[in-house]
């Protein structure tokens, strides 16, 4: 068991990939928000990269191992101290029992990712242990974590002493401004091309209402093409409106003026168009944002956003390890 000495703030239970094929039922996939570096802690402890872990946000947690562990800290920075001493992020760190792992801010990125071996053994709801918060589901009991509550683990021995290299980490960048990819569609042409050539080449700020729902930007006003301002009445009033449809993961969604990127919680469908979608390849980008960081979005191709996901899931693997020593 792991006991929960400080939540931090919106620690929660994600397994990778998440709860698939529930939609139809109001469950989205969940998982973790960041899967490069939730998969990369998972493969230094010595776990399977689907193994439960914690999905750590903007200020960390502090956590008492009832018994000896392996643990990885991936994803952002957040200086952790195991019984008050530094140790490294990117790398398997053995723990003996009784010891305190506490974990600060995010320094640099917003999202840290612990792995311990074993994996987090809570009970998989709908095949998953991914917490889904606003339906209350996965583990444990479907919400953030709480001051006193114990965390049970499954058996394994872990590997200590491995760490990721350098060039097979997520580059998070030191400043606060990101270019991030997207694909047309699949309502791109509700937007005419002055709307397009505009949301491509503006900046966008990142909203602090913004969460695993959905990620709310400020940027310019939107012009439409007239299928979206000449339609019938089924589709609604405001030209961003549709008739009800299924929203892809990463839709970038226009509710009035307002563009919000639907990531790991998002709703399956709605009344509203999704001009463009962020291809999951750069879902790390916007796991490791934090608000007011700014966003350029540059267009890609169907292919190039699948060849940028192989290419991620290539670097998620024994192969991006090293000793540490």
Same mark, same amino acid.
């Given at each position: 068991?792991?006991?929960?000495?400080?939540?931090?703030?919106?620690?929660?239970?994600?397994?990778?990939?998440?709860?698939?094929?529930?939609?139809?039922?109001?469950?989205?996939?969940?998982?973790?928000?960041?899967?490069?570096?939730?998969?990369?802690?998972?493969?230094?402890?010595?776990?399977?990269?689907?193994? =439960?872990?914690?999905?750590?946000?903007?200020?960390?947690?502090?956590?008492?191992?009832?018994?000896?562990?392996?643990? !990885?800290?991936?994803?952002?920075?957040?200086? @952790?101290?195991?019984?008050?001493?530094?140790?490294?992020?990117?790398?398997?760190?053995?723990?003996?029992?009784?010891?305190?792992?506490?974990?600060?801010?995010?320094?640099?990125?917003?999202?840290?990712?612990?792995?311990?071996?074993?994996?987090?053994?809570?009970?998989?709801?709908?095949?998953?242990?991914?917490?889904?918060?606003?339906?209350?589901?996965?583990?444990?009991?479907?919400?953030?974590?709480?001051?006193?509550?114990?965390?049970?683990?499954?058996?394994?021995?872990?590997?200590?002493?491995?760490?990721?290299?350098?060039?097979?980490?997520?580059?998070?960048?030191?400043?606060?401004?990101?270019?991030?990819?997207?694909?047309?569609?699949?309502?791109?042409?509700?937007?005419?091309?002055?709307?397009?050539?505009?949301?491509?080449?503006?900046?966008?700020?990142?909203?602090?209402?913004?969460?695993?729902?959905?990620?709310?930007?400020?940027?310019?006003?939107?012009?439409?093409?007239?299928?979206?301002?000449?339609?019938?009445?089924?589709?609604?009033?405001?030209?961003?409106?549709?008739?009800?449809?299924?929203?892809?993961?990463?839709?970038?969604?226009?509710?009035?003026?307002?563009?919000?990127?639907?990531?790991?919680?998002?709703?399956? !469908?709605?009344?509203?168009?999704?001009?463009?979608?962020?291809?999951? =390849?750069?879902?790390?980008?916007?796991?490791?944002?934090? @608000?007011?960081?700014?966003?350029?979005?540059?267009?890609?191709?169907?292919?190039?956003?699948?060849?940028?996901?192989?290419?991620?899931?290539?670097?998620? !693997?024994?192969?991006?390890?090293?000793?540490?020593?």
């Amino acid at each position: 068991m792991i006991e929960v000495l400080k939540a931090g703030l919106e620690t929660c239970v994600q397994d990778f990939p998440g709860r698939y094929g529930f939609w139809e039922q109001g469950f989205p996939p969940s998982g973790p928000f960041d899967m490069w570096s939730f998969r990369l802690a998972n493969l230094l402890v010595g776990n399977a990269p689907e193994d =439960a872990g914690l999905e750590i946000q903007f200020l960390g947690p502090t956590l008492r191992f009832e018994s000896a562990a392996v643990i !990885a800290l991936t994803g952002a920075t957040m200086a @952790p101290r195991l019984d008050g001493a530094p140790i490294p992020q990117w790398e398997s760190v053995a723990v003996p029992a009784g010891a305190v792992l506490e974990t600060g801010f995010a320094r640099v990125g917003a999202r840290a990712y612990l792995a311990v071996s074993g994996g987090i053994d809570t009970a998989p709801v709908l095949g998953s242990r991914a917490t889904f918060h606003m339906a209350g589901v996965g583990g444990i009991e479907g919400h953030a974590l709480k001051d006193g509550q114990r965390l049970p683990l499954g058996a394994a021995d872990g590997t200590p002493s491995r760490r990721v290299r350098l060039d097979c980490r997520p580059p998070i960048p030191l400043e606060n401004s990101w270019q991030i990819e997207v694909v047309a569609g699949p309502n791109d042409d509700w937007i005419d091309e002055e709307g397009q050539r505009m949301f491509l080449e503006s900046a966008w700020t990142l909203q602090a209402r913004s969460n695993r729902t959905g990620y709310r930007l400020s940027g310019p006003e939107w012009t439409f093409a007239a299928r979206a301002t000449d339609k019938g009445l089924e589709h609604g009033e405001h030209p961003s409106n549709i008739l009800d449809h299924g929203y892809p993961v990463g839709a970038v969604n226009l509710c009035g003026q307002t563009p919000i990127i639907l990531v790991n919680d998002g709703p399956s !469908a709605g009344g509203f168009i999704n001009p463009f979608t962020v291809p999951s =390849a750069a879902f790390w980008k916007l796991a490791q944002s934090k @608000p007011n960081d700014t966003y350029r979005f540059h267009l890609v191709s169907v292919t190039e956003a699948q060849a940028a996901r192989r290419a991620i899931d290539a670097l998620c !693997a024994e192969s991006s390890l090293e000793d540490a020593a």
